[in-house]
């Protein structure tokens, strides 16, 4: 062997090893922060609760918390106001962002998010966490890319740690966390990015069991695992929850449009949820929050029929009522509550004519949160893991995974879009070709069916506005010429001005679509 040869054969790329360093930076504070933002949400809806019930006693606490309560509505509304970016849950925002889509700047947004997200989730209004810590964890990601001069593919990879940072502190599921970002926001499995994402999840999830402890976030005790002979139900859970979970999709996105009818000003309209909710936190204190400890109680002792269907249809029209004000929260949570509800109602209805044994309710109830989780989300593979993750065992993986494609097949036929597909398309307008003068990447993967896979290079007319400069064919990397075949599987790289990735991705998925 050659010295030349020897040299080649030892020389190292430290690309990655760059990328796992600014990741682990990005997951120890995403995780610092994203804890400290779950703490005070925590201690705030443990002390609303116990507020409520001191006014069954002593009722001339309520003036005082009416008055309050309109002060806070109108202070997050005022941050809104101020900072549109945000509003709801934010992963609209930062799949937007990584998209090329929108950009904000990263301190004015994750101050007002925390501050805004803990006074609306901690006052017991139907918002998730998750959504928040995820925007929270891109907006550190974000800011640490600033601190360290990142730029292009560098910075979005570092907004895609974060934001697997966050959601991973958040519920303490790191490997569903870095697929949820995957799957859902970037859409994009680059080694780089997965392994920046991986390990900011990781890190973040650490910190995060030092506050919290070892024990899951959802730990479900349950008696037996599903035999076969039940498996008939989850296909009928499956339906039923692909029903009910395009029924919140169509809901949730319509919401907007009936505040709009509304004669207040568009940022006081959380007016409306933080007054509602005080009939409900003087009535039913403990279905107060985003529903965890909803799902956990669900577990431990099953409400009546009658009362499980009354708590569903709550918790549906006042967790579309929070989150379509606009105020910062999210719909991660709430969703998996209504799916634990919703498989109690179907496990319990089952139980009620003779087809299903009582033992079986609380696996009906893990099976439907990843079942609605799926179907609404159209994220079937992180709604299997990030269940999995949360209830800390690997015995339900068989029945996910048939209640998950039956929802999500469900919701497809009758014609769903992902949710925050959906939401994001809210939030942009059409964008026209723009020039900046700084060119970035785009990646774009090739799937199985595309308009693109068997066909040379030569056959289509590329945008003007791009430069396909290369082909990611496994491991490596092929230099594009005329000739050159496309197969699934495939990754383009397409170079293109910074303020064009949007329009460029967006004709290429028509090019995509369309006949060559």
């Known amino acids: 062997m050659t010295q030349r040869s020897l040299a080649t054969k030892h020389h ?17 504070f995403a ?33 005082p918390w009416i008055l309050g309560t309109i002060l806070v509505a109108v202070f997050v509304g005022w941050l809104v106001k101020q900072v549109p970016d945000i509003k709801g849950s934010g992963i609209p925002q930062v799949e937007g962002q ?21 006074l609306g989730i901690g006052s017991g209004l139907f918002l998730g966490r998750e959504g928040p810590s995820i925007q929270l964890g891109a907006t550190i990601g974000q800011g640490v890319a600033a601190k360290l001069h990142q730029t292009g593919a560098d910075r979005r990879s570092l907004i895609a740690g974060g934001a697997a940072a966050g959601l991973s502190a958040a519920f303490n599921a790191p490997i569903a966390s870095t697929l949820f970002v995957l799957e859902e926001v970037y859409h994009n499995f680059s080694p780089i990015i997965w392994t920046t994402a991986l390990v900011s999840a990781m890190a973040s999830n650490f910190v995060s069991l030092n506050f919290f402890g070892l024990v899951p976030v959802l730990h479900i005790p349950y008696g037996q695992n599903l035999p076969l002979s039940q498996y008939g139900n989850l296909i009928g859970l499956g339906i039923f929850l692909g029903v009910f ?37 003087l009535l039913w204190p403990q279905l107060l929050g985003g529903g965890n400890a909803v799902i956990l109680n669900l577990a431990a002792t099953t409400p009546a029929l009658v009362a499980l269907i009354g708590i569903f249809i709550l918790r549906f029209v006042f967790s579309t009522i929070s989150y379509g004000s606009g105020l910062p929260g999210g719909i991660f949570l709430p969703i998996l509550s209504l799916g634990a509800i919703l498989g109690a109602i179907y496990a319990q209805t089952m139980v009620a004519v003779g087809w299903m044994p009582a033992s079986f309710i609380p696996n009906f109830i893990i099976f439907a949160m990843a079942g609605y989780f799926a179907g609404i989300g159209k994220a079937p593979f992180t709604a299997i893991l990030l269940i999995t993750e949360m209830v800390g065992t690997l015995h339900h993986l068989m029945p996910l995974a048939v209640v998950s494609m039956t929802a999500y097949l469900v919701v497809d036929l009758l014609g769903g879009a992902p949710i925050y597909e959906a939401l994001l398309e809210k939030l942009i307008q059409p964008r026209l070709p723009e020039h900046s003068g700084v060119q970035d990447r785009l990646e774009l993967p090739i799937f199985e069916g595309s308009k693109l896979e068997g066909h040379q290079v030569r056959d289509f007319k590329w945008p003007a506005e791009s430069l396909l400069i290369a082909i990611r064919r496994g491991e490596r990397q092929v230099i594009p010429h005329g000739d050159t075949l496309m197969r699934a ?28």
């Open 489 to 516: 599987g495939d990754t383009l790289i397409i170079l293109t001005d910074r303020n064009n990735r949007a329009w460029v991705r967006h004709q290429i998925a028509h090019l995509m679509a369309a006949t060559p």
């Open 98 to 118: 990584l998209a090329g889509e929108l950009d904000y700047a990263w301190w004015p947004v994750l101050w007002r998010k925390f501050v805004g997200g803990i």
């Open 245 to 281: 979970g395009y029924l919140y999709q169509n809901v949730t996105l319509a919401m907007p449009s009936w505040y709009g009818k509304l004669r207040l000003p568009s940022w006081l309209n959380g007016l409306v949820p933080f007054l509602l909710v005080i009939p409900i936190g």
């Open 31 to 63: 995780g610092i922060i994203v804890s400290l933002f779950r703490f005070c949400i925590e201690r705030g809806l443990v002390f609303v609760q116990w507020t409520y019930n001191q006014m069954h006693t002593n009722w001339w606490l309520l003036l």
């Open 12 to 28: 190292f790329d430290f690309t990655r090893f760059s990328s796992i360093g600014r990741g682990l930076i990005v997951g120890i």
